[in-house]
């Protein structure tokens, strides 16, 4: 089964620093990761992608994600962060279909991010 | 382009009375997906449709719960009758297409209280 483990329940981060938020995945075929950000009262809207090719990932809202296949890993980065990044942010892993694995999307339990002054 | 629409935005009712969520994927979606989530965790797929067939209903409680997209547009997921544990966020998708690649783009869910 796939799964997806977030293993900060918070990341504290004053603004114009970097932040990272982490993400470790297990899928049995190719994996397709995700990541959105949810805030208060409000759906999730969706950052970024990776499918395959670059590891380095760019998205919306200048935050990027780095894929490592080797450490099963998918982390989040925002090289300035912003007070208004402030929100709680999923990382989700899709298996490719091929491999049997049940073509869902799988979520993570989420990571708040606070950016303070 | 208007995202997925979904209504009520937040129903409160009594435990053992009926309830049913709307939701309005965006246009041009043929895939539509129901999720329910809890309190401090991500998303859970209840129903995923592909024009008007549910192609994985495996996490459904078909005891209480039912969905149905007629015209593979709209779709209405209802609880029949409502538990105390259902009280959660119901959350509506929508995908350009079925592959797994294609991000889903959320509503904003209807939060759901049983007293």
């Known amino acids: 089964a796939q799964s997806v483990a977030q293993p900060e329940d918070q990341v504290n981060v004053a603004e114009g620093n970097p932040l990272t938020v982490k993400c470790t995945y297990s899928?049995?075929?190719?994996?397709?990761l995700f990541w959105y950000v949810q805030y208060p009262n409000r759906g999730l809207q969706f950052l970024l992608k990776?499918?395959?090719?670059?590891?380095l990932v760019k998205g919306s809202y200048g935050f990027e994600a780095e894929f490592n296949k080797s450490q099963t890993s998918f982390h989040l980065k925002k090289p300035s962060a912003l007070v208004s990044d402030s929100a709680l942010y999923f990382c989700?892993?899709?298996?490719?279909?091929?491999?049997?694995?049940?073509?869902?999307?799988?979520f993570g339990t989420g990571t708040q991010l606070k950016v303070e002054l | 382009e208007a995202g997925v629409v979904q209504s009520p935005r937040y129903k409160i009712i009594e435990k053992k009375q009926p309830v049913a969520f709307w939701c309005n994927p965006i246009?041009?979606?043929?895939?539509l997906y129901w999720y329910l989530q809890n309190l401090g965790q991500g998303p859970e797929l209840l129903i995923r449709?592909?024009?008007?067939?549910?192609?994985?209903d495996s996490q459904l409680p078909k005891d209480r719960f039912s969905a149905e997209r007629l015209k593979g547009v709209d779709s209405t997921l209802k609880i029949q009758p409502a538990e105390l544990g259902d009280s959660a966020v119901y959350l509506c998708?929508?995908?350009?297409?079925?592959?797994?690649?294609?991000?889903?783009?959320f509503g904003p869910g209807t939060r759901l209280t049983v007293l």
């Open positions: 998708a929508s995908s350009l297409g079925a592959a797994p690649y294609n991000e889903q783009f």
């Open positions: 899928v049995s075929g190719n994996p397709y």
């Open positions: 990776y499918i395959t090719g670059d590891n």
């Open positions: 989700a892993v899709r298996d490719d279909g091929v491999t049997g694995g049940g073509n869902k999307l799988t």
């Open positions: 246009s041009g979606h043929n895939t």
């Open positions: 449709y592909e024009n008007e067939e549910a192609v994985d």
